[in-house]
Structure formats: C-alpha cells, structure tokens
C-alpha cells in the first residue's frame, strides 16, 4: 500500500470548514484512498473512501485530485466534537488485512 | 445496525495474570483483527481472523493469541501480563464488498496491568 504523508497538527475555528490535506504521491491506479479519526481514547471511526471521483456522505466530502497524488478531506461545519486524529490511509481494491495507521493529523477545533 | 462491541471497556489484572478479551462483530461481517494502542503511541496490528482461521498475526510474542467463534465473534488471550501491555484493545470487523474492505472498528478495552 502506497505511503501518506499529513501534517502533524492543524487548527479550525468551530463552524468553519476543516480542511485535512492528505500526500500519496505514490498511489497506484488500483488503491482507494480511506480515512478515518479516533477522537481521544476512543476507538477510530470510519469517515469516507474514494478511488478517484470525490466522494460526500453526511460526515465529511474527500477531494481527490485529477492525478491522484493528493486529496483533502473537508468537514463543511467543524464543531468541537470533530477534534480528534484524522489518518489518511491508502488501501490495494481487493486488499485485506491489517490497516497501517500513520501518526495522522491532529485537528484542534477551537471555540 | 448494531456497530462492533466489545467486552470488558475496562479490565484491570497484575502481572503474570492471563486476560481475556472479547469482540462481537457487525452482523455479516465475517473478518476480525485485533490492534494494540498503547499511550500515546499509534495503533499496532495484533491479529487478524477470517471465517475462523488466523489469517495475520503482527509482531508480537506468541502469549497473545485469539480465536474465532462460528458465529465470528472473536476472544484475544493475552498470557503471563506484563506491565507494557497496558494499553486499548481494539477490535475492528469488516466484509468485502465489491472489492473494497472497509474496516469498522468497536470501542476498546482498556487493560491495565499493575
């Protein structure tokens, strides 16, 4: 599975969009693109996938860009509640077996 | 549809002890794997079933073990307790689905070792 590189640590103003940019410059046309966030102590929640078209459901929308090498994952209306690690993980279709959880960024949403 | 439980949320044991700690996956799911977080640190594969076998295990010593169940619930053993073993369980089910896995994880089970 193609490595993924976030930033350690980012802020968000509560009810603004969170942005959480995500580099997998060396993906492969075959593997999805997971995230997921393990708010503390907790254990992580699945948030969204993707292939290549952008994706949205109700908890957040995934950009991915035209050459797949990037993505961003937006949260439209931070609350608190959102505050937790958010990992980006690149995963083979047809791939199982073990996640690999990186360090993941860890977004701060401030009142 | 009920998420992935898991029992105790907390155990508390001594060293040398054995724990034993359980996982009721999401209906239909037929994998299990097992992760350790320790504080502060990132989550670490432990063992991985599917349709009753083990499939993977991660670098960890052979007193952790498992098993799963007919009905694909599944049991992480952890023998002779150290003080480093402290940490959250987690147990994450998931079913292939075109293709694509997607992991579901339950809430954990903080053991701590005194």
């Known amino acids: 599975d193609a490595k993924t590189t976030q930033p350690t640590s980012m802020d968000c103003a509560e009810g603004r969009a969170a942005n959480l940019p995500c580099n997998h410059s060396t993906i492969s046309g075959n593997e999805y693109v997971y995230w997921y966030r393990q708010i503390h102590s907790q254990g992580p929640q699945y948030i969204i996938h993707?292939?290549?078209n952008n994706e949205t459901n109700e908890m957040a929308s995934l950009i991915i860009t035209e050459d797949r090498k990037s993505s961003t994952l937006i949260l439209p209306h931070a609350t608190l509640r959102d505050t937790a690690v958010y990992y980006c993980?690149?995963?083979?279709?047809?791939?199982?077996?073990?996640?690999?959880f990186g360090k993941g960024t860890k977004l701060s949403v401030k009142p | 549809e009920a998420g992935v439980t898991q029992s105790p949320t907390h155990l508390i044991k001594t060293r040398g002890q054995q724990a034993t700690l359980r996982c009721s996956p999401i209906?239909?799911?037929?994998?299990v794997y097992w992760y350790q977080q320790a504080l502060g640190l990132g989550l670490q594969f432990l063992l991985w079933?599917?349709?009753?076998?083990?499939?993977n295990r991660g670098n960890f010593p052979p007193r952790f073990s498992g098993r799963q169940f007919p009905n694909y619930s599944s049991e992480l053993n952890v023998n002779a307790l150290e003080l480093e073993d402290s940490a959250l369980y987690l147990c994450?089910?998931?079913?292939?689905?075109?293709?694509?896995?997607?992991?579901?994880f339950g809430p954990g089970t903080r053991l701590l070792v005194l």
């Open positions: 209906s239909g799911h037929t994998s």
């Open positions: 079933y599917d349709e009753g076998e083990e499939r």
């Open positions: 993980i690149v995963r083979a279709q047809g791939s199982q077996g073990n996640l690999i």
């Open positions: 994450a089910s998931s079913r292939r689905t075109g293709g694509v896995e997607t992991q579901y």
């Open positions: 993707g292939l290549k």
